[in-house]
């Protein structure tokens, strides 16, 4: 059963306007003639001469931990930090030379079980369908709006009887609905939605997809770096051993999770009480550096192991970038919820700068730039933290 497809393709850029609202952010590194700055490749570092960012952080702290030199809190705090020669400044438990994940192309047929939804909500909200039926209310998902498509899979969609109505609200004009049980599914995890006077839908169940108890901890003791809504929360002396290592031209692996949070999110009451449920949620990848490029792949635990596998319309698809961008300054405007930030991001041009990389995503006039944030920490302003 699917997650929602909207934690595949927008959670990043949801993260930003939720973070910054209609903002766009500027990136360090050496400023241009027009003002604009831009950020170092790390890869191109070792070559260069450069100082390691990541040193560089750490020697700008007096005794107390304190950046002497800016006002807002250091963002590389760490009781090891990884030199360009391999060496370390402290002992660590960090551990080394991680194996390659497994990648597997099967994946077993799992058996999601129908459960009322914990909600007194119903009809249309977020995308979702909140169905009161058999002494509760289910949630279900759009799964497809092509009738052809689901008979060309020969799914019948002869209805069985009729379940519920509602009204949808839209911009311009109300979208009315009548829910239909299929005689092909008597367990009803697949509902035939007709939108009256337009086109009919095929929606199914849609399970709770939060992580479950231990499912987080369990990610962080398999060394994965987590970021929780953006900001590191552990792990931070893997991602600077990681850097360490591609700035010397060493192959290198990395873990990644992405933990989200619904707590602060803008968003309206009702969407919030659609996706409650989805929250927290947690996106495990892997990213691979050969000496040349970096391939960051979709993760998940298969019994005690974590493999590669690539869940259909839950993940990206597997791919490979030329540079990892490291990006940090402070924030543009005050209307930010943080005072600075330090983020590395994969991209295929060593000269796009953060700013244009989110214009590319506010804005349908320039054109998408492929990239995938992969590691940030921000400063929070007080109070908003997240």
């Not at 604009?36 to 490749?41: L, V």
């Not at 509602?166 to 009803?188: M, Q, R, V």
């Not at 993760?299 to 990892?324: A, F």
Request: glycine share 8%.
């Amino acid at each position: 059963m699917r997650r929602k497809a909207w934690m595949k393709r927008t959670i990043g850029s949801m993260l930003l306007v939720s973070l910054i609202g209609i903002t766009v952010i500027g990136g360090c590194g050496s400023a241009t003639d027009a003002g604009e700055t831009k950020a170092t490749p790390v890869e191109s570092s070792a070559q260069s001469g450069e100082v390691d960012p990541i040193e560089a952080s750490k020697s700008d702290m007096d005794p107390n931990g304190e950046n002497a030199e800016s006002e807002h809190s250091p963002l590389y705090i760490s009781e090891s930090v990884v030199k360009k020669d391999g060496s370390t400044t402290e002992k660590t438990d960090v551990a080394t030379d991680l194996p390659l994940l497994s990648k597997v192309d099967t994946w077993p047929e799992e058996v999601v079980e129908r459960k009322p939804y914990d909600t007194e909500m119903t009809g249309r909200v977020g995308g979702y369908f909140l169905i009161p039926m058999d002494g509760g209310i289910y949630r279900y998902d759009d799964y497809s709006s092509s009738r052809e498509a689901m008979s060309a899979q020969g799914i019948s969609l002869a209805t069985d009887e009729l379940i519920f109505t509602c009204t949808e609200k839209g911009f311009s004009e109300n979208y009315d609905y009548d829910i239909y049980s299929l005689k092909a599914y008597p367990d009803k995890d697949l509902l035939l939605a007709n939108c009256i006077g337009y086109n009919s839908i095929i929606i199914s169940y849609a399970p709770a997809q939060g992580i479950r108890d231990g499912e987080l901890e369990d990610a962080q003791e398999n060394d994965f770096v987590i970021r929780k809504n953006g900001s590191v929360i552990s792990g931070k002396e893997l991602w600077q051993e990681f850097c360490g290592k591609v700035a010397q031209g060493q192959p290198a692996v990395v873990r990644l999770g992405y933990y989200y949070t619904l707590e602060k999110r803008n968003m309206s009451e009702e969407l919030r009480e659609a996706e409650k449920a989805d929250f927290p949620c947690l996106f495990l990848q892997q990213l691979y550096y050969d000496g040349s490029s970096f391939t960051l792949s979709p993760v998940h635990k298969l019994g005690e192991e974590y493999v590669i596998y690539e869940k259909p319309q839950i993940d990206s698809p597997e791919r490979t970038y030329s540079y990892l961008m490291h990006y940090a300054d402070e924030a543009e405007n005050a209307f930010t919820s943080y005072t600075a930030y330090d983020k590395y991001v994969l991209t295929n041009n060593d000269q796009v700068t953060w700013k244009e990389l989110q214009q590319s995503v506010l804005s349908s006039v320039s054109g998408y730039i492929q990239h995938q944030e992969v590691y940030g920490e921000y400063v929070w302003k007080e109070g908003m933290e997240r």
